[in-house]
């Protein structure tokens, strides 16, 4: 069976109250629209259909590779918004499915099983519903002596009884396509001037088709998002599922209520996170590191049991045995070899530092090439920066850097030099030479140690 899928995305979100469209919220770092995406494209090969209306340029563009998309003008109601994926969609399918672009939460499983479900019913429609004690608007589901659904009631519309009913409609349907196209035009509209997608349930019980129901398990996956309180409800909801998939693949979180790891994010067994730590935008985690209290990982690959204590870390690489903290800044570029250790408040960009090099105390490191077990005193800083461009240090293997040494870069130190405390480096140091004062002077050279 051909299934397409259809996502209603234009109504305008007005109680999120934002310059940015609803559906471009992020949740762990991925628009509110990307799971909706996700969800059916583990489907369906087909390209998704997305309704837009409000800031559906932003939209378009933020997805454009991902969906096929129609424009909903004026937003007349779910029915109207179905309605406007005809064009595109008649004729093409043998079901559709429908689902919004602002519930983030279903799993594939759950929209399967409803895919799954309608396949062999006779009926021409599947819907997903839920019991909840707490409607938060949602329509209400009334169902038939057979147990089939007779209709859905809106809450605005609803008797006293109706209200009381804790059966609702979750607001995702698959449907037989021959005979959905039709029956939407049948869909009268609303006093307020509306077409109900959900006047299609009555549209098919009261000419004796019957509407299947199939329940949610977990509630919460039904959380839609209308406000900013419930983006931060369903952000909690995928933080636990994520850091539950993670403890039961072998990582151990102190705090799961206070660790943040974005999906797409991938970790290493018998790896220990401590409270307030943050894993963002597909950064990679060896085995057996500890990680935090208080540290954000973005964009970067950290090696095998790496220690990384209170600390920022983004767009670095990072090999094995590293450790670092409190109070290390990598920036973009960085690249630590394995066995490096860095102390408290360094800043690390656009260099590579070698195997076993040390850094310990207070340092500024940009665009530099270290390497091997050079040991950086404490408040050395490549000063590569002259006003115009930047300009590279090169430091050769098992070099010694004094405290407080400047490095007027661009500037290069051949292997074993050392220099003195304060000193300011401004022209090259031959190997196995030390160099001291300001502007630093070679005064003698040095042994070669093994
Ligand atoms: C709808 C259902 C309700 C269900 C609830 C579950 C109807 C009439 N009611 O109510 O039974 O319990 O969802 O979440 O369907 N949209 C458009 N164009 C429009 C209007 C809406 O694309 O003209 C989109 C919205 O962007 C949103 C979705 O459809 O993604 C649902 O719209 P919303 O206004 O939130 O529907 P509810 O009134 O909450
Ligand atoms: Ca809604």
Same mark, same amino acid.
């Given at each position: 069976?051909?299934?397409?899928?259809?996502?209603?995305?234009?109504?305008?979100?007005?109680?999120?109250?934002?310059?940015?469209?609803?559906?471009? /919220?992020?949740?762990?770092?991925?628009?509110?629209?990307?799971?909706?995406?996700?969800?059916?494209? &583990?489907?369906?090969?087909?390209?998704?259909?997305?309704?837009?209306?409000?800031?559906?340029?932003?939209?378009?563009?933020?997805?454009?590779?991902?969906?096929?998309?129609?424009?909903?003008?004026? !937003?007349?109601?779910? &029915? /109207?918004?179905?309605?406007?994926?005809?064009?595109?969609?008649?004729?093409?399918?043998?079901?559709?499915?429908?689902?919004?672009?602002?519930?983030?939460?279903?799993?594939?499983?759950?929209?399967?099983?409803?895919?799954?479900?309608?396949?062999?019913?006779?009926?021409?429609?599947?819907?997903?519903?839920?019991?909840?004690?707490?409607?938060?608007?949602? @329509?209400?589901?009334?169902?038939?002596?057979?147990?089939?659904?007779?209709?859905?009631?809106?809450?605005?519309?609803?008797?006293?009884? !109706?209200?009381?009913?804790?059966?609702?409609?979750?607001?995702?349907?698959?449907?037989?396509?021959?005979?959905?196209?039709?029956?939407?035009?049948?869909?009268?509209?609303?006093?307020?001037?509306?077409?109900?997608?959900?006047?299609?349930?009555?549209?098919?019980?009261?000419?004796?088709?019957?509407?299947?129901? !199939?329940?949610?398990?977990?509630?919460?996956?039904?959380?839609?998002?209308?406000?900013?309180?419930?983006?931060?409800?369903?952000?909690?909801?995928?933080?636990?599922?994520?850091?539950?998939?993670?403890?039961?693949?072998?990582?151990?979180?102190?705090?799961?209520?206070?660790?943040?790891? %974005?999906?797409?994010?991938?970790?290493?067994?018998?790896?220990?996170?401590?409270?307030?730590?943050?894993?963002?935008?597909?950064?990679?985690?060896?085995?057996?590191?500890?990680?935090?209290?208080?540290?954000?990982?973005?964009?970067?690959?950290?090696?095998?049991?790496?220690?990384?204590?209170?600390?920022?870390? %983004?767009?670095?690489?990072?090999?094995?045995?590293?450790?670092? @903290?409190?109070?290390?800044?990598?920036?973009?570029?960085?690249?630590?070899?394995?066995?490096?250790?860095?102390?408290?408040? @360094?800043?690390?960009?656009?260099?590579?530092?070698?195997? &076993?090099?040390?850094?310990? /105390?207070?340092?500024?490191?940009?665009?530099?090439?270290?390497?091997?077990?050079?040991?950086?005193?404490?408040?050395?800083?490549?000063?590569?920066?002259? &006003?115009?461009?930047?300009?590279?240090?090169?430091?050769?293997?098992?070099?010694?850097?004094?405290?407080?040494?400047?490095?007027?870069?661009?500037?290069?130190?051949?292997?074993?030099?050392?220099?003195?405390?304060?000193?300011?480096?401004?022209?090259?140091?031959?190997?196995?030479?030390?160099?001291? @004062?300001?502007?630093?002077?070679?005064?003698?050279?040095?042994?070669?140690?093994?």
């Amino acid at each position: 069976m051909k299934i397409k899928s259809v996502i209603l995305a234009a109504g305008q979100g007005t109680r999120m109250k934002s310059q940015l469209p609803k559906v471009l /919220h992020p949740l762990l770092g991925k628009p509110m629209l990307q799971y909706a995406l996700d969800v059916v494209q &583990g489907i369906t090969q087909d390209m998704p259909v997305v309704v837009l209306g409000h800031g559906a340029g932003a939209i378009r563009q933020a997805f454009t590779d991902q969906a096929d998309f129609v424009i909903q003008e004026p !937003q007349l109601g779910t &029915g /109207h918004a179905l309605q406007q994926a005809e064009a595109l969609l008649a004729g093409q399918a043998d079901l559709i499915l429908v689902t919004y672009g602002d519930m983030p939460l279903f799993t594939t499983q759950t929209i399967d099983g409803l895919v799954q479900a309608q396949k062999t019913h006779a009926g021409p429609v599947t819907m997903l519903t839920m019991f909840a004690e707490h409607a938060r608007g949602f @329509g209400r589901v009334v169902r038939d002596e057979q147990g089939w659904v007779k209709t859905i009631v809106e809450e605005a519309q609803a008797t006293p009884q !109706q209200l009381a009913i804790h059966e609702l409609n979750v607001g995702v349907y698959c449907f037989q396509a021959n005979w959905l196209w039709g029956a939407l035009r049948r869909i009268p509209i609303s006093p307020k001037g509306e077409y109900y997608l959900t006047d299609l349930i009555e549209i098919a019980s009261s000419a004796g088709l019957s509407v299947q129901a !199939q329940v949610l398990e977990d509630g919460r996956e039904g959380i839609g998002i209308n406000t900013r309180i419930h983006l931060a409800e369903a952000e909690a909801v995928l933080r636990e599922r994520i850091n539950r998939n993670w403890m039961l693949a072998g990582v151990t979180i102190i705090d799961p209520q206070r660790t943040y790891i %974005e999906p797409n994010v991938l970790i290493g067994q018998d790896t220990v996170i401590w409270p307030d730590t943050y894993l963002q935008s597909n950064s990679k985690i060896g085995s057996e590191c500890i990680l935090g209290p208080n540290t954000i990982i973005r964009k970067s690959q950290i090696g095998a049991r790496c220690k990384i204590c209170a600390s920022v870390v %983004e767009g670095a690489q990072v090999e094995d045995e590293v450790e670092m @903290g409190p109070y290390v800044h990598l920036r973009k570029g960085a690249h630590l070899g394995q066995g490096v250790h860095l102390g408290n408040f @360094g800043e690390v960009k656009n260099s590579y530092l070698g195997p &076993g090099t040390k850094m310990g /105390h207070f340092s500024y490191i940009g665009d530099a090439q270290i390497g091997a077990g050079v040991n950086i005193g404490a408040g050395t800083i490549t000063c590569n920066f002259d &006003g115009e461009k930047k300009n590279v240090t090169e430091i050769g293997a098992q070099v010694f850097l004094g405290s407080d040494t400047m490095l007027v870069a661009p500037v290069k130190l051949g292997e074993g030099a050392h220099t003195g405390a304060g000193a300011v480096v401004t022209k090259d140091i031959p190997p196995y030479t030390l160099a001291v @004062g300001i502007p630093a002077r070679p005064i003698r050279k040095l042994e070669k140690r093994e």
